[in-house]
């Protein structure tokens, strides 16, 4: 038998709710019987009163790529009002900075908390993190000071961290293995989608009625896809499992596994390399192309317009790639090659160049997104640690979102900005590539007691 990548480590036998194997069944009264909601899978992987179709898969997907894409047209907003608050309001570059670092940071520590509650509650959370959006984009959009826009945007960041960590166990307890590829190609498709739609549509609204405007219509998308979403069944459920599985001492056990369970962290480390790369050449490179290659303020829309559709396309292409050829040699191929283009752009030789290696990299930062994420139900031990693992996962992204600009921000202050310091600040983000690379390494070559026992008989 093939001793690959792609059968999981961990987790991967279809399980009933309480985690034991199809055929031993779960212990008798431990836990309420297996009906709507619960993570029941039969023989064949269809889950038991979930989605069974295709189409129903696709569905699902589609509705909470919506809620992704919400997030990420919060997240894109104050690059469209950003002159309107620094000319009309009286903001500065700081407080408008300050007010990217707040929605962040926000984003970044609701993930694993988010994650915990929905091995609770699973995806009726939908409700709170749309409510976040909604909530958020109505204070920011009726504010006229500082004060408001900073509780806006904290709330806003609020509701975008929850929204994987969420997203997570839904499609885990409602799609079969085989599904959850695709069903993660369409729903990671909406991060490329809504920046790309936050720059086609929202300076539009924003000449037209201000940076109330452009808020007060997130607060309605906010609204529109948190209630089309909870019309979905399998994101109303509430999952089902063992007695005291999902009490706070249960979760708390669950969350202490997941941060021991080696393959988890080297997922989140392999998503933090993503991140790094994606936000730092985003922020970066628009002001390389003005330094070195002497190119217009406007390279900067562009490139995030096309970023955002690099990404958009590559979501998709990663997870049918997945399908085709495995989990493990799409993360693997995909990480190299966002490497090399990405030490690639410091010695590019024209802005042309340069501008085309960083959409390379915008793409394969997101190819291996689904089946990095569609690892997670695998890797874990009990159903109910999904949420906690992609929680990690998603705080780990975050804390390279956020340590790979500021150190090329500490090169360019150390070399001032010349050439050489953005090739120093390229090889960086390439270096955690190289870092995701050797994780995987060790990811490979993880052996549970079962594959080892497995191997032992053949």
């Not at 190609?185 to 086609?200: E, F, H, N, T």
């Not at 948190?226 to 109303?236: D, E, H, N, T």
């Not at 996962?393 to 500490?410: C, D, H, I």
Request: net charge positive; hydrophobic share 50%.
């Amino acid at each position: 038998m093939r001793d690959g990548p792609d059968q999981a480590p961990q987790g991967s036998r279809f399980v009933v709710g309480d985690g034991s194997p199809v055929g031993e069944g779960p212990p008798a009264g431990d836990g309420p019987a297996v009906g709507e909601g619960s993570l029941a899978r039969a023989a064949d992987g269809a889950p038991s009163g979930q989605v069974q179709t295709r189409w129903q898969a696709d569905v699902l997907a589609v509705t909470l790529m919506l809620v992704f894409l919400t997030g990420a047209v919060t997240l894109s907003l104050l690059a469209v009002v950003a002159t309107e608050l620094r000319t009309e309001v009286g903001l500065t570059d700081a407080q408008i900075g300050l007010l990217t670092s707040v929605f962040m940071g926000f984003y970044g520590v609701s993930g694993i908390t988010s994650g915990i509650v929905a091995a609770r509650w699973g995806g009726r959370l939908i409700a709170v993190s749309c409510g976040c959006f909604v909530l958020g984009s109505l204070l920011f959009g009726l504010s006229s000071g500082m004060a408001g826009f900073l509780v806006g945007r904290a709330i806003q960041g609020l509701g975008g961290g929850m929204v994987i960590a969420i997203c997570s166990p839904v499609l885990a307890q409602a799609l079969p293995p085989a599904r959850l590829d695709r069903a993660w190609g369409i729903l990671g498709s909406g991060w490329g989608l809504g920046s790309v739609a936050a720059l086609l549509i929202m300076p539009n609204l924003q000449k037209a009625g201000g940076y109330r405007a452009v808020f007060l219509t997130t607060a309605g998308l906010g609204l529109v896809v948190g209630m089309a979403a909870l019309l979905q069944r399998p994101v109303r459920a509430r999952p089902r499992h063992p007695a005291g599985a999902t009490s706070v001492r249960g979760l708390a056990r669950a969350t202490g596994a997941v941060f021991s369970n080696r393959n988890v962290l080297l997922l989140g480390l392999i998503n933090a390399a993503a991140l790094a790369t994606g936000v730092g050449i985003l922020q970066w490179t628009p002001q390389f192309l003005q330094d070195v290659h002497g190119a217009g303020e406007a390279v900067s829309v562009y490139l995030v317009a096309g970023l955002g559709a690099a990404q958009l396309v590559g979501n998709p292409l990663g997870a049918m790639a997945s399908t085709r050829w495995g989990k493990y040699p799409v993360i693997v191929w995909s990480i190299l090659a966002m490497l090399v283009v990405t030490a690639a752009v410091g010695i590019s030789p024209a802005a042309g160049v340069a501008f085309v290696l960083v959409l390379l990299a915008g793409f394969f930062t997101m190819t291996y997104f689904p089946p990095m994420i569609s690892y997670l139900p695998e890797v874990v031990a009990k159903p109910w640690q999904v949420g906690p693992a992609t929680g990690v996962n998603t705080a780990m992204g975050f804390a390279g979102s956020m340590v790979a600009p500021w150190l090329f921000g500490l090169f360019l202050d150390t070399g001032g900005r010349a050439r050489a310091a953005y090739l120093v600040g390229y090889l960086m983000l390439a270096a955690f590539g190289v870092a995701a690379l050797v994780g995987m390494m060790f990811f490979r070559r993880a052996k549970t007691p079962e594959r080892e026992a497995q191997a032992a008989n053949e």
